[in-house]
């Protein structure tokens, strides 16, 4: 069953043409599947061309700008923060679309995200999405090297996940945030994008270890939307039997602290983990990926919204709790 065509199609359309059946039939399909999501490129025909054997065409809706490689370029100046988050949460809505059906993208580029008018952003090129039965998602055979999460590309997991499109929504929100459509990011290039850092925690998540990542395109958009919380102190009686993680600087030796803890009966770790109960949080320094926020903390935001039960406190507490 074909996509319901619209009663006029516009003055301008993209015809593209494909010489792959298989992809061809994707995006067919897709745009069918995506019929009247605002944010997702329009499908209005796709048939094959008559007289040329193993030619294949879509009519999709055109997009005015380019896509956001080719914006970039050729736009006098970037987004805001307060653009850039609208508008890939626009984008994002069509991804929770696809991984809410159980389908994923897997071709996130910055060339397969167009600038329509009105400069919003949409997204296209369906291609080599798919669906996927399993909790593991589907074989990693197919991809953008280059925008592809390190352990997927070096063969470390065979499977492409929900978790790995975010990975590349991360990327192009360093991009938009840097005006550069050709770059990646990596975690040390966090500290410098010109941008809150709230901004600089949430693409943080996206690109950092899988399990750290936002698991759907859905979670990933309740937090572009939202203002981010601050920790509240916890109050911890004491410090027996608890799993103690410092971060930040503090205004004792860092090896002075893992002694007065020890001897108060806790744990001391190095990372924060689900069995973490309690973080002692010192002073913001120059190392910290989201200026106000290192690692550490960013993983116990995550940690909080899962459910686990980790208390922040800060050193006044401690000193007080060791006595």
Known sequence: ????????????????????????????????????????????????????????????EFARFGDLVHYFKAAERPWSETKIRREMSCVLEVLDVLHRGAALHRDLTPFNVLVCGGR???????????????????????????????????GKVQNWQARDDVYQVGQLLGMLVNWNGERIIGANHLRLLDCSNEMKEIVRRCIGTRAKRFETAGE??????????????????????????????????????????????????????????????GACNRHMVAGDRGQKLIDVAMLLERGYRVKVIYEAQFLRLVG
């Open 1 to 60: 069953m074909l996509p319901p065509r619209p009663d006029t199609i516009p003055e301008f359309v993209c015809l593209k043409g494909s010489t792959d059946v298989q992809s061809w039939v994707c995006e067919a399909y897709f745009g069918q599947l995506l019929h009247g999501v605002k944010s997702a490129i329009a499908v209005y025909d796709q048939f094959a061309m008559s007289g040329v054997p193993g030619h294949y065409a879509i009519v999709m």
């Open 220 to 281: 990933l958009i309740r937090h572009l939307v939202r203002t981010r919380r601050r920790f509240r102190e916890g109050r911890v009686p004491t410090l027996k039997g608890q799993v103690v993680v410092f971060t930040g600087s503090l205004r004792i030796p860092r090896a002075r602290a893992t002694t007065l803890a020890r001897r108060a009966g806790a744990r001391v770790v190095t990372r924060v983990s689900g069995s973490t109960t309690v973080v002692v949080a």
């Open 120 to 154: 919003h952003l949409k997204l296209g090129d369906f291609g080599i999405a798919k669906h996927h039965r399993s909790p593991k998602g589907v074989p990693a055979r197919t991809m953008a090297p280059w925008m592809a999460p390190p352990e997927v590309y070096e």
